[in-house]
């Protein structure tokens, strides 16, 4: 039985390419006009009293142990241990809509919806599952992929992870994106995930592939599909390569087609390097799509935040408000950025020094936090063991064939010593 709420926003949907696209969950959730709304009310109109809210007040104001609040001094009662609002801090939200246009100019001027606060670029790709994919329906990503894609697909969504093979030669594999669209516009709807910079591979498509990209996704569209387009951009701006695209493919497909809706997941989590934060956005945007269409989409995504984790963290929204209010803040995150790109250089100089490697071969790379050797003649596992029981040194193997090397996490004068291991064990073991 589908309670009215929830059918009030179906119908709203129905009228966009996201009807076709709600999952059974999806159709099902709503925003209940329960505690929080009747509180939110409250806190407007509650001059007297407000004895809405399950938090312990003195004052007006939430109380505060004096143990807590002593880690925290520069933020206020309210600002440390306040529940946040469903959808996350108001002025946050605000905050991060206006710099997504800044960090994407080709934004200005279309319409998008506020970002909406989740706990980590994780929870929002979860809650996109619930939303968006039925048992059995197909959520399309690159091979490789982040691990925890199938995890939620499979496992958590009992749906079905399928991939395309994301490099050849040195390049997106644009023809084997273009046929598995094709393919699957036939069945009338597409979810498909593009994350950039990628993890594993640290790759981003050069500004030529990021327009080929967006014509085949607007083809699979005028077919007939209604395609939705999941851009993953935890890692966006650490591009180190002059023609890679510098903006997200988000701002492109905001509205590249009315049958189109991309939908940003990001947050400060990699950008800010503030990955225990547990803050994340997911923003929404599609050619056609209203004020009325946005709130409509927000109420689901409130309904399974409230039925999930209620809200997210206060203390991370609190100071990322204030770091994004400093002036400072620019500087700082281009001086990390700078030494990440400076690690990438020398793990760039090493690999391209062993161009026909017969063991190893880099997957394309050329931003990001990662980079990945494509075992060619031994197991990835094997050589990953090996790496850790006679070097100490640590590695991902991602599948048989793919050893992932987070750059990010390792200092600029140990990467030549960690490669040379690498490539020794690699050897040896070829050897043995
Ligand atoms: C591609 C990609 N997306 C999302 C995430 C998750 O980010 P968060 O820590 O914000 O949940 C990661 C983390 O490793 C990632 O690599």
Request: net charge neutral.
């Amino acid at each position: 039985m589908i309670h009215a709420l929830a059918q009030e926003l179906n119908t709203v949907l129905d009228n966009t390419a996201l009807g076709p696209l709600l999952s059974d969950l999806g159709r099902r959730m709503f925003f209940p006009k329960g505690i929080i709304a009747q509180s939110a009310e409250a806190k407007e109109s509650g001059r007297t009293a407000n004895a809405t809210i399950g938090m312990a007040c003195m004052d007006g104001s939430p109380v505060t142990l004096p143990s807590i609040q002593k880690h925290l001094p520069f933020l206020t009662g309210p600002e440390a241990v306040a529940y946040a609002p469903t959808a996350g801090n108001p002025k946050l939200r605000e905050m991060w809509k206006q710099k997504l246009t800044e960090k994407n100019p080709s934004l200005a001027g279309k319409n998008f919806s506020l970002p909406i606060v989740v706990p980590g670029l994780t929870a929002g790709i979860s809650y996109l599952c619930d939303l968006f994919i039925s048992e059995n329906d197909v959520l399309l990503a690159g091979d490789p992929s982040w691990d925890n894609y199938a995890l939620i697909i499979k496992a958590r969504r009992n749906a079905q992870f399928l991939q395309f093979p994301m490099f050849s030669g040195k390049g997106f594999n644009l023809d084997a994106f273009r046929a598995v669209m094709n393919e699957e516009s036939k069945m009338g709807k597409i979810r498909v995930l593009l994350n950039f910079p990628q993890n594993p591979s640290g790759y981003s498509p050069t500004k030529t592939e990021a327009r080929e990209i967006c014509s085949i996704i607007y083809n699979a569209a005028q077919k007939g599909a209604s395609v939705m387009v999941w851009c993953d951009d935890a890692y966006f701006g650490l591009n180190y390569e002059p023609e890679i695209e510098n903006e997200s493919l988000f701002a492109f497909l905001a509205d590249i087609h009315e049958r189109v809706v991309a939908v940003k997941i990001d947050g400060p989590t990699k950008e800010d390097y503030i990955w225990g934060f547990r803050t994340g956005f997911l923003t929404f945007a599609g050619k056609g799509l209203t004020e009325e269409h946005y709130t409509a989409l927000s109420k689901k995504v409130m309904g399974i935040i409230r039925s999930s984790v209620s809200c997210a963290s206060t203390p991370s929204q609190s100071i990322m408000i204030k770091a994004l209010e400093n002036p400072d803040l620019k500087n700082e995150k281009k001086a990390l950025r700078d030494m990440l790109e400076r690690r990438y250089r020398k793990v760039r100089s090493f690999v391209d020094a062993k161009e026909g490697h017969p063991i190893l071969e880099p997957l394309p790379f050329n931003s990001g936090y990662f980079m990945s050797l494509r075992c060619k003649t031994v197991s990835a596992e094997i050589l990953r063991r090996k790496l850790l029981s006679s070097y100490g040194i640590g590695t991902i193997a991602i599948d048989n064939e793919t050893l992932r090397i987070a750059f990010s996490s390792i200092d600029e004068d140990s990467i030549d010593t960690i490669y040379k291991a690498i490539y020794k064990a690699a050897e040896d073991l070829a050897n043995e």
